[in-house]
């Protein structure tokens, strides 16, 4: 099984500012089968990017995906008060899908 | 537009089963395989397994191996999770997630249901 961990545990940042999310696997995840969502409190989960850079539809610019093998990058160029969330990661690239542990992005 | 509803919240005792159901509409419900997600209190997301609604093949998380079976309607465009031997550590939202791609499994959890939340106590 891939294990998926996500740094910082927890962003503090102030709207306006980019934030930067880290997802490392414990071993290459194949094709850059990797997804990010966003959740916010009482709600599910909502697909921002798939394939480690293509984004959803719907899914605003400022969300932009990176990297390859075992490392991957959540940014937000510049967030938005809509943008304070949980954000995880999860890869597709075995049979068995695995989530990080999730980021939270909360208002500095 | 794409829309998956979910059956009502479950309180059940340890050993006890659970059903859930998830209801598809607004688009073809056999081309896009079905995934279950759950989520404890706090927690992050784990996956439970995939239902392909077109034959009813399944695969399931060796975590939940011989305690849950997905199944579907097809008459109906539901389909459903049973979770057995229940235990507190099973208390979580569950949710039905459509495959981001018609015809074949991607593993990219596009569309969700709104979850339903199964309380697990004595």
């Known amino acids: 099984e891939i294990v998926l961990t996500q740094s910082p545990g927890t962003l503090s940042l102030s709207p306006g500012e980019r934030a930067t999310l880290s997802c490392r696997a414990s071993q290459s995840v194949s094709s850059s089968f990797l997804a990010w969502y966003q959740q916010k409190p009482g709600q599910a989960p909502r697909l921002l990017i798939y394939g480690a850079s293509s984004r959803a539809t719907g899914i605003p610019d400022r969300f932009s995906g990176s990297g390859s093998g075992t490392d991957f990058t959540l940014t937000i160029s510049r967030l938005e008060p809509e943008d304070f969330a949980v954000y995880y990661c999860q890869q597709y690239g075995s049979s068995s899908l695995t989530f990080g542990g999730g980021t939270k992005v909360e208002i500095k | 537009q794409v829309q998956l509803v979910q059956s009502g919240a479950e309180v059940k005792k340890p050993g006890a089963s659970v059903k859930v159901s998830c209801k598809a509409s607004g688009y073809t419900f056999t081309s896009y395989y079905m995934h279950w997600v759950r989520q404890a209190p706090g927690q992050g997301l784990e996956w439970m397994g995939i239902?392909?609604?077109?034959?009813?093949?399944?695969s399931y998380a060796q975590k939940f191996q011989g305690r849950v079976t997905m199944t579907r309607d097809t008459s109906t465009s539901t389909v459903y999770m049973e979770l057995s031997s229940l235990r507190s550590e099973d208390t979580a939202v569950h949710f039905c997630?459509?495959?981001?791609?018609?015809?074949?499994?991607?593993?990219?959890?596009?569309?969700w249901g709104q979850g339903t939340l199964v309380t697990v106590s004595s």
């Open positions: 239902i392909n609604p077109s034959d009813g093949s399944t």
């Open positions: 997630v459509r495959d981001g791609r018609s015809g074949s499994y991607l593993g990219v959890l596009h569309y």
